[in-house]
Nanobody
Framework: QLQASGGGLVQPGGSLRLSCAASGSISRFNGMGWYRQARGNQREMVAR????????NYADSVKGRFTMSRDNAKNAVYLQMNSLKPEDTDVYYC?????????????WGQGTLVTVSS
């Protein structure tokens, strides 16, 4: 189970930090990340972190502004969002995945709403 939190209302240029807490060790996942999708909009991968290497990927739209990190001791990952823009307004979903030779299994948390508005 994944529990996302940290969304809210922020002014343009402001910051928020999203948290995603897992029930159990996050090291069992091959990776974790964040998607965003509001009703009627296309789902977009925002950021992800690979468990083995700790390397991260970001959507071009958030590079340089968002930073994803993890805390294995707390079984949690975080998304630090800086210089927020109105177009960042969306519902953000935490996810994780496991994979083997033949399949990838996703795990989804509930969304947390981020609203960037003056």
């Amino acid at each position: 189970q994944l529990q996302a939190s940290g969304g809210g209302l922020v002014q343009p240029g402001g910051s928020l930090r999203l948290s995603c807490a897992a029930s159990g060790s996050i090291s069992r996942f091959n990776g974790m990340g964040w998607y965003r999708q509001a009703r009627g909009n296309q789902r977009e991968m925002v950021a992800r972190i690979f468990s083995g290497s700790g390397s991260t990927n970001y959507a071009d739209s958030v590079k340089g502004r968002f930073t994803m990190s993890r805390d294995n001791a707390k079984n949690a990952v975080y998304l630090q969002m800086n210089s927020l823009k109105p177009e960042d307004t969306d519902v953000y979903y935490c996810y994780a995945w496991t994979e083997d030779e033949v399949s990838i299994r996703p795990y989804w948390g509930q969304g947390t709403l981020v609203t960037v508005s003056s």
